[in-house]
């Protein structure tokens, strides 16, 4: 008997081991994917470093390949403005989606009600594009920009780009995308607060909309910001839908929201079949895709940080 158990116990002890091992093994591998590709965009882009300063490619607007000039300000700049107002558009929409959600619908209706944002957030970002391009872009252009023309007559707001592909058509349709994840990830979080804070918030008197203010939305605050982080993440590096509705055929600065713009995405993407024959524009698109890397990267290490404190704190 001694003999059988001390067998079994010498097979688990392998088991968790092996399991160990795996797990570790497992871990390491996806960080060396993420160093190889941070390592293999940095050497492809090495070259274009060598003959230019980091300052004068990130921040020149020239982009003309037959001259060896690769500024990405434009592109960049395209990127974070797009981004920019698709958050200032999302967020306010989702985190009230959030409370509704979780606070004020019943929650049969509510579980159903996630399901399609659940749905939502599975689509393919082609499938938003053509949204885009079929609902987006005429409302912008028959509707939105005339209306903000005339009431609104300022440099934010005015552009001879009257197409409609712009950064307001990019940033409608990259919100109506990024919102899913925040819908999802802020209603968990405002759930987890504990149900006793409500009680006592409600015994001293407050109203229901006090209370979510006041204490719900305070405890919630870290997660809610963490999910607003995450479709930053998201946002900032979608290419399909930004390609198809931003005016991505046009290289310019875009200063008003009714400007073209032209992310790094969509750089990457449109020219990256002409690089092959010439090493500087080769290294100009990889290190494009370093700065979009970067930029990704940490803005998901910061949300994932916010992430991983409050679910300390609530162990």
């Given amino acids: 008997m001694d003999g059988g158990f001390s067998g079994k116990l010498k097979k688990r002890r392998l088991l968790n081991r092996g399991a160990r091992i795996v797990s570790r093994f497992m871990s390491l591998s996806v960080f060396s994917v993420f160093a190889l590709i941070f390592l293999m965009l940095f050497w492809e882009s090495f070259p274009l470093i060598l003959k230019k300063s980091v300052s004068d490619i990130l921040f020149s607007t020239a982009w003309m390949p037959h001259r060896s000039d690769y500024g990405l300000y434009r592109f960049i700049i395209g990127s974070l403005y797009t981004t920019a107002l698709a958050l200032v558009i999302a967020v306010p929409l989702s985190v009230l989606t959030a409370i509704f959600l979780s606070e004020y619908l019943p929650t049969k209706m509510a579980m159903h009600t996630k399901m399609v944002f659940d749905v939502l957030s ?12 079929i609902v987006i872009v005429p409302m912008v252009r028959e509707y939105i920009q005339p209306f903000c023309a005339e009431h609104f007559p300022c440099a934010l707001f005015s552009s001879d780009n009257v197409s409609g592909f712009s950064v307001l058509s ?16 802020s209603e968990e979080v405002i759930k987890a607060v504990p149900f006793e804070m409500r009680q006592a918030s409600m015994a001293l ?8 203010k006041k204490v719900i939305l305070r405890k919630a605050a870290p997660g809610i910001v963490a ?10 590096g979608e290419t399909m839908a930004v390609l198809m509705v931003a005016g991505c055929h046009i290289r310019q600065t875009p200063f008003s929201i009714f400007d073209p713009a032209y992310p790094l995405p969509a750089l990457i993407a449109n020219t990256f079949g002409e690089t092959m024959s010439i090493p500087l524009y080769k290294s ?26 409050i679910e300390e704190e609530k162990a």
């Fill in 227 to 236: 999910a607003i982080i995450l479709g930053l993440s998201r946002t900032i």
């Fill in 284 to 309: 100009a698109i990889f290190l494009a895709a370093f700065v979009l890397l970067i930029l990704t990267a940490l803005s998901n290490l910061i949300g994932w940080s916010i992430l991983v404190r």
């Fill in 205 to 212: 008197g407050a109203t229901k909309w006090e209370m979510i």
């Fill in 122 to 133: 599975g689509v393919s970002p082609v499938i938003f594009g053509v949204w885009g391009i």
């Fill in 170 to 185: 990019g940033a409608l349709v990259l919100a109506l995308m990024t919102s899913p994840l925040i819908v999802s990830i």
